[in-house]
């Protein structure tokens, strides 16, 4: 491994491209606390930080085979995590919207309203909890982080028509156990 810490961000690169694990690693060492530094300050938030710099490594590791780096290493890593920080905060952002709009909708209906919609949204989690790992994994990801198939193929390693699968799947049981409920209702 000590050999690795001399050798170049191109030659690392090129080893990385070939499936060399150990050059994946001194990248991970080498550049780890100044992405984690950028994505800390930016974000206020170490548990996010974190995340996205692990994100970052992974994704680097599942697209090794494919990827093209135009600019330096270290410039590639930050602006990937400039671009995660972006996508995190667009997604907050996007929730507390939603948020509003929904806290200002139920502050104008009764309060019987809020509890049956907090409720048929834990009965939404407790059933997204039951499905299979992947299919859960696979809805989660794009119901609650709004990714597209084709990210979600991507980050996983699957092809998309297996993403299509889990998410037909996943739609499909969840709307039978809510039709079931439903029906007890009436």
Known sequence: MAAYGKFTDEELI???IAGD???YTEIYHRY???LFYIAGKKLGNMEEAEEVVQNIFMSLWNRRAVITITTTLSAYLTTSVKYWIIKI???????????QSIA???LDDSTQQWLEFLDLKEMLDRYVSELPEKCQMVFN???KLNMSQKQIAEELNISEKTVE?????AIKTLRTRFNQFFLILL
């Open 32 to 34: 780890w606390k100044k």
């Open 165 to 169: 699968a889990h998410m037909g799947k």
């Open 14 to 16: 090129a080893l990385l």
């Open 104 to 106: 200002s909708n139920v």
């Open 21 to 23: 694990h150990a050059a």
């Open 89 to 99: 905060l667009d997604k907050q952002y996007h929730q507390q919207k939603y948020a």
């Open 141 to 143: 990801m794009s119901r």
